[in-house]
Every structure is written in structure tokens, then in C-alpha cells.
């Protein structure tokens, strides 16, 4: 059976269907015909090869002309998304090591950089690798992380347990994934991305945990026992990030206007501690401290006048290692007697919590803590203001009732 042209038009001067299917046929056009063996298939190219200029061919086929056709359709609309020549060139551990190098790593912080090396050398590669890029399937995604979520650890040593990825870990994992995709969109090496529909594992809703107000005087006396006051006594009166507080310069404080600025982080990457830009645009931000506060900075700094550092290490002299700030935290709390599990972070909740029910408003929280939105302060401490809110109902139900 002859060829049927997936393109024709009637020609003006005699009324009749032309046939524009010419010896070399353009990208997007194709025929279809009825095979010996019943079946219909599809014909189409794909493209050219950009170095000998032959055109790429490929076919669908169908039982029926109409499902025929159908599908010829749908082909034809992906070959315009996608550069024929291309679509065979990488793998997904190729592509994901190309575009960590080309596109990621020289426009995120040095510590982003580090997770993302690792969830491509430690989760893509070993898990979903090896499969041609093109051939790529959400479904092939789902599995991935549906096995992530109870095998996706790294087994570090022999005996080791517990071996499921936490959920946000997994989310962390396809906000990478979909951005690697993305670009293999954009670069015409294939025409959708997977990665677009994916079941993902809920928030964690973590457990916020705060030092009660009536132990933090016994907190402080240890941390003053230890010599490390100001440095405690900063963090619970700012909300600092452990990474901020231990980069402080004494250059950041202004005596004058009793001001300090945070424009820099501390992290640990490959094991070496190392000054990075703030977590977001946000993060850097000018905040007033308490002059009780300043007070104590001031005596920081007769105690080591030459060292440029607020905090420095008394083992080293230089930055604390942001692990270690947590480790002094834990001695503290038991020298106290603190028997509540409360890591460092929770001292930045302690600050944001005791602020919002002195009666400090959320966009005022919000700038000093460096949060991208007051909504997003309302939202992590939302028990506070809900403690608030039935406070203002009791106290206007008082109110009211003296009125009437």
C-alpha cells in the first residue's frame, strides 16, 4: 500500500490533493502506510545529524491508520521539542555531573554546592544513573524515592540500622532533580520533565523545642561558670543561625549605634570550616542589640584584643567549627541541670517565642531573625500567636463584660 502524507494541501490550479513530501523532508514532517504484517506505521524525521546533514528518521507504530496517525502526532510535536542528534548523548549520571559543573555550582553558596555533589554521587548515580536520559520516566523517579525512604542512606558502618532517607532529605533531593531536568529541557535533550508529578513525602512538622524561660537564668550561670556568656547571652537575645554567630567579626558591631551586622556563615565543608555568603538575601541584615548585650561584648573583647573574631576557639584562635558551638551547648545544659533535649537551633525559637509574647510584632521578628517574609515568621510560631489571640479574647470578653 502507498505511502499517505502526513501533509497536503489542494493545489489551486486544478482542485487536486499535491503531495509536499520532498526527497529530503524537514524536521516535523512524516508519512504513514499499512505494513505486510497488518500493521500501520508512522514515519517522521526527527532531525539532521549536524556533522553528514542525514536526516534522522524515526517511526511509531499502531494497529489502526487512526491510532496510526495519533500517534504520528505526538511524535511530531515532541521531535520539535527535543534536538534529535542529542537525545542519546547522555545518561542521567552524566547529565546530572554536567550540569552540577556548568549551571549549578558557580551560582549557589559553597555549602549548597557541597549537598548537591552529594545527593549526585551518593543517590543519582548509584540509583537511577545508568538509565539514558531520554528514556528517563516519573515512574522511574517514584521509585527512586519510594526506595529512599526506607534504603536511601548511605550504610557508613557495618551494623548501621537505620537506613531511610528523612523526608526532607527526599524533598531536598527533587528541588535538585527537577532543577537538573529543567535545564535538559531547555537544552532540547528532552521533551518534558519527569520529575514534574512526582508523590512526594509530606513535611516533617518537627517538634519545636524551646528553653523555658524560668531555666534560662540557670543556663546563662553555666555559661558564665564556663566563660562563654556573651557569646549565649547574644545568641538568646538575637535568634542568630549557629553558622552566623560563630563568623562574627568584631568589625560587624557598632558601639556607636549599637548595632551588629550579619553578612556572613560559617560551615563546615569537606571537613574544613569555612566563611560562606548568608543563607538568602534576607539573612544579611543590620539588627540593634540590648545594651546589656553590648556590655557584654565589650568585655569579649578585652579578653582578646588582637584577634579580629568575636567567638574565637580557645584551642585554635580561630572560628569555632559550628559542631563544636553545639557540643559546648550540650555541656551547658547539663551543668544547668537541663534535662529538656533542646538542640542550639532552639535558641533561636527561644528568642522568636519570647519576642512575639513580649509583644514584639511578626515583621519586627522577622527582619531580625532575617526571615524572607513576616507571613513565614507567623507561620513557624503560630502556637505563640495562637496563645496570643485567646489572650486578647479573654482580655476583651473582660472588657465587654464590665461594659454591659
Not at 545529524?49 to 499502531?62: F, H, Q, R, S
Not at 542589640?289 to 561584648?297: A, G, I, Q, R
Request: glycine content about 8%.
Amino acid at each position: 500500500m502507498e505511502a499517505i502524507p502526513t501533509s497536503r494541501s489542494n493545489s489551486p490550479a486544478s482542485g487536486k490533493e499535491v503531495n509536499h513530501m520532498a526527497k529530503k523532508r524537514a524536521n516535523g514532517e512524516g508519512n504513514i502506510r499499512k505494513r505486510k504484517d497488518g500493521r500501520w506505521e508512522g514515519r517522521y524525521t526527527a532531525g539532521h545529524d549536524p556533522e553528514t546533514g542525514k536526516a534522522i528518521y524515526k517511526n511509531v507504530l499502531a494497529k489502526t491508520q487512526k491510532e496510526c496517525k495519533e500517534k504520528l502526532a505526538a511524535a511530531l510535536e515532541q521531535a520539535g521539542k527535543v534536538d534529535a542528534h542529542k537525545t542519546d548523548q547522555y545518561t542521567v549520571g552524566q547529565w546530572a555531573e554536567a550540569w552540577f559543573e556548568n549551571y549549578a555550582k558557580p551560582s549557589i553558596r559553597e555549602t549548597t554546592a557541597a549537598y548537591y555533589k552529594n545527593y549526585i554521587d551518593k543517590h543519582i548515580i548509584p540509583n537511577i544513573g545508568k538509565i539514558k536520559l531520554n528514556k528517563l520516566t516519573t515512574l522511574d523517579i517514584q521509585k527512586f524515592y519510594n526506595k529512599a525512604k526506607t534504603k536511601g542512606r548511605v550504610k557508613r558502618y557495618e551494623g548501621m540500622k537505620d537506613l531511610s532517607l528523612s523526608a526532607k532529605t527526599i524533598r531536598g533531593l527533587h528541588a535538585m532533580l527537577r532543577q537538573c531536568l529543567d535545564q535538559a529541557v531547555q537544552e532540547r535533550l528532552i521533551p518534558y520533565n519527569p520529575a514534574v508529578g512526582c508523590k512526594l513525602p509530606p513535611k516533617e512538622k518537627k517538634e519545636m523545642h524551646t528553653l523555658p524561660a524560668e531555666k534560662i537564668s540557670a543556663y546563662l550561670a553555666a555559661a558564665e561558670e564556663h566563660g562563654v556568656l556573651p557569646m549565649f547571652y547574644l545568641e538568646l537575645t538575637t535568634g542568630l543561625r549557629r553558622g552566623e554567630l560563630v563568623a562574627l567579626l568584631w568589625d560587624d558591631l557598632d558601639l556607636e549605634k549599637q548595632t551588629l551586622t550579619v553578612s556572613k556563615s560559617a560551615g563546615r565543608i569537606n571537613g574544613e570550616v569555612k566563611v560562606t555568603q548568608p543563607k538568602t538575601a534576607n539573612s544579611m541584615r543590620t539588627i540593634y542589640l540590648p545594651k546589656e548585650t553590648v556590655d557584654l561584648l565589650v568585655q569579649e573583647h578585652s579578653k582578646h584584643p588582637g584577634n579580629p573574631i568575636m567567638f574565637p576557639s580557645p584551642v585554635t584562635g580561630n572560628l569555632y567549627g559550628p559542631d563544636c558551638i553545639g557540643r559546648l551547648h550540650k555541656t551547658l545544659l547539663k551543668k544547668a541541670g537541663i534535662t529538656e533535649n533542646i538542640p542550639f537551633h532552639g535558641f533561636r525559637h527561644t528568642f522568636a517565642t519570647l519576642a512575639i509574647q513580649q509583644g514584639v510584632d511578626a515583621k519586627t521578628v522577622s527582619s531580625i531573625l532575617g526571615h524572607y517574609s513576616a507571613g513565614f515568621t507567623l507561620d513557624t510560631y503560630t502556637h505563640v500567636t495562637g496563645e496570643m489571640q485567646k489572650e486578647a479574647a479573654q482580655r476583651m470578653g473582660s472588657f465587654m463584660a464590665q461594659a454591659v
